[in-house]
């Protein structure tokens, strides 16, 4: 089946711009969470949505944000882009419920912010 | 709240040798534990997971994993490394409450080069 598909692969924007990633998870999935990879921090989580609702949140600023739609699909917002927002932002979905924590990882998607 | 610490960053070794990366997390509820590993450009893949039951976990590749709940440990191993084996490698924890607080913390990561 399918894997998790995030679009696009890479992404480069201005200061001050705001920028949408995109997110599918595996067909079934019902979780999808984002994390940030950068060079000096490493991995960082973002939020999980699950049934279209965030259950948990990171400690990062208001400028990030996301959504869950009713097929699973999710899309992450970035408002007033800053330089330090450069990085790999990877997607990944499980089944989200008891014991079906595993996460599976799409492949990220690579923003530059210039 | 949770933390892992990978402690080393960068681990050379020759083909063939073992290896062991070491990880060690901290939590004040029972954990589920995980090793991803990431090649260049590449999203996170699962290696191995420990959720309940023996405490040695094995991956299709030959890596292991055990768990030390006494020590908060989480070490990977490999008996006999390939070039292939070339990556960065991260080391998990997601608390047991999963379903409603599903979320992953992880360690620095670990590069782990393999060198002919």
């Known amino acids: 089946k399918a894997g998790v598909t995030q679009t696009p692969r890479y992404l480069i924007k201005t200061r001050g711009q705001q920028v949408t990633l995109s997110c599918s998870p595996i067909?079934?999935?019902?979780?999808v969470s984002w994390y940030q990879q950068t060079p000096g921090q490493g991995l960082q989580f973002l939020f999980e949505?699950?049934?279209?609702?965030?259950?948990n949140k990171g400690n990062f600023p208001g400028r990030f944000s996301g959504r869950q739609f009713s097929n699973s699909r999710s899309e992450m917002n970035v408002s007033t882009l800053e330089l330090g927002d450069s990085a790999l932002y990877l997607c990944?979905?499980?089944?989200?419920?008891?014991?079906?924590?595993?996460?599976?990882f799409g492949q990220g998607t690579r923003l530059t912010v210039v | 709240a949770q933390s892992v610490t990978q402690l080393d960053s960068q681990v050379p070794v020759f083909e063939e040798a073992p290896v062991e990366l070491r990880c060690n997390y901290s939590?004040?509820?029972?954990?589920?534990l995980f090793w991803y590993v990431q090649y260049p450009n590449q999203g996170l893949q699962l290696l191995l997971k420990y959720l309940s039951g023996s405490t040695l976990v094995e991956s299709i590749n030959g890596f292991e994993a055990e768990f030390n709940k006494s020590q908060t440990s989480f070490h990977l191993r490999k008996p006999s490394v390939h070039i292939s084996d070339t990556a960065e490698y991260f080391c998990a924890v997601s608390d047991r409450g999963g379903g409603s607080n599903y979320k992953l913390t992880f360690g620095k990561g670990t590069l782990l080069t393999v060198n002919p």
């Open positions: 067909s079934g999935h019902r979780s």
């Open positions: 939590s004040s509820v029972s954990v589920y």
């Open positions: 949505y699950f049934s279209e609702t965030q259950r």
């Open positions: 990944a979905s499980s089944l989200g419920t008891g014991w079906n924590t595993e996460a599976f």
